[in-house]
Every structure is written in C-alpha cells, then in structure tokens.
C-alpha cells in the first residue's frame, strides 16, 4: 500500500531564513511526486512535480529513492509562502488516477 | 478558463438523510476525481471518473457512489448520512491520467451532518 508521512503538522521559520518541508513515501513502484500548496482561502493548488524538476516561487525538491523522500525546499522564505503543504504520491501507472496525500504542513513565516 | 466548480458549497443534513454533490471539471477535462478531507484523517482518494466509468474507489462503504456523465461532470452521493461523513469534499479533474498529471481541484463541499 502507498503512503504519504509529513512528520511536521506546523514550521515556523523567519522571513529570509531557509525553508525544508519533509514528505517521506512509501511504494512499491516507480513514484510519481507532487507538491501541491494551499494558500488561505484559495483552493488547493500544484506547487511542483518531481518529473519536471523545475522550480516554482523560488522552492525546489529533488526525489530520492535512496531515502524514499521528497523535501520540498526554499533559501531564503517569505511571507507569502506561509500555507498550507500537502505531499502527494500518484499511482497513475496503475490504469487509474489517484493521488495519496500527506497530512500536510502549515508553514508559518514570521515578518 | 473556469476553474473546477463544485456545488453546493455548504450543506446541512440529517443523519439518515442522503445527498448528492455536484462537480463541473474544467472544459476538456475527462478525468474527475472525489477526496474526503477531515481534520483527523487528512485528504483521502473516493473515487476517480473517465469516459463515464469508474477507474478505482477507495476504501469507503458502498454508501458512498459517484458518476459521471457524457459532458463529463460529476456527482457523488452519500447515503445513510452519518456524523462521522462531515467533511469538506473535494472534486479534482484532470486533462489525462498518465505521469506527472496536474490535478485542478475545486473549492470543496462542506457536508455537516447533524
């Protein structure tokens, strides 16, 4: 069974200070990893894929399977980062779609 | 272009009652998925919706069903309404279903059951 562990329910950091949201998985297949972010009152929303390796608002994570983890991260955060941070695993592979999440974090920056 | 919407936004409801939730993916859209989200047990995977059929159901009672139809949107019933159905149901779609695929999600339902 796949599984999704968000070890932190709350982070607060200060404003410019480095951010790492930790998102450890379990599955048995080839993951697939999202980030997917809510801001306060907005719906949720993708923040990144590990298959586009790319970066958005500054923030990066690189899959290691090694670990089995996908930390989401950010130099320097800002107060428009504070959210609400969902990890999520797709077994899309598997002739459905289906995304398993994390708990998720709250991520508070302090001005 | 419209985002997911979902209908009603807030409901009320007796225990025993049933209701319906209704989803309008984003045009083009084929694949409409249901999550559950709850303060104690986070987001979790209902079901998933393509060309009308369903894909893959989570692990739910059969009280809970869904369907969707030729233009694409969705609903989802629940039966037997229990207090422990209070939640904030989301709806997802999806342009395709293969890897990396973005889910585009509603602002949810927000079921109380009294």
């Known amino acids: 069974a796949q599984r999704v562990t968000q070890p932190e329910k709350l982070l607060s950091v200060f404003k410019g200070a480095p951010v790492e949201l930790k998102c450890n998985y379990s599955?048995?297949?080839?993951?697939?990893l999202f980030w997917y972010v809510q801001y306060s009152r907005q719906r949720l929303q993708l923040l990144l894929r590990?298959?586009s390796r790319e970066s958005i608002k500054g923030f990066t994570a690189d899959l290691n399977k090694g670990e089995t983890s996908f930390h989401l991260k950010k130099p320097f955060a800002q107060e428009e980062d504070s959210a609400m941070y969902y990890c999520?695993?797709?077994?899309?592979?598997?002739?459905?779609?289906?995304?398993?999440f994390g708990k998720g974090t709250k991520l508070s920056v302090i001005p | 272009k419209a985002g997911v919407t979902q209908t009603p936004r807030y409901l009320i409801k007796t225990r025993g009652q049933q209701v319906t939730l209704s989803c309008s993916p984003i045009?083009?859209?084929?694949?409409v998925s249901w999550y559950q989200q709850t303060p104690g047990q986070g987001l979790q995977f209902l079901f998933e919706?393509?060309?009308?059929?369903?894909?893959n159901k989570g692990n739910f009672p059969g009280r809970f069903s869904g369907r969707q139809f030729s233009n694409s949107r969705s609903e989802m019933n629940v039966s037997t309404l229990e207090l422990g159905d209070s939640a904030l149901y989301l709806c997802?779609?999806?342009?395709?279903?293969?890897?990396?695929?973005?889910?585009?999600f509603g602002q949810g339902t927000r079921l109380t059951v009294v």
């Open positions: 997802a779609s999806s342009l395709s279903r293969g890897r990396g695929t973005e889910a585009f």
């Open positions: 599955y048995s297949g080839s993951p697939e």
């Open positions: 590990h298959i």
């Open positions: 999520a695993l797709s077994n899309s592979g598997a002739g459905s779609y289906q995304l398993t």
């Open positions: 045009s083009g859209h084929r694949s």
């Open positions: 919706y393509f060309s009308e059929t369903q894909r």
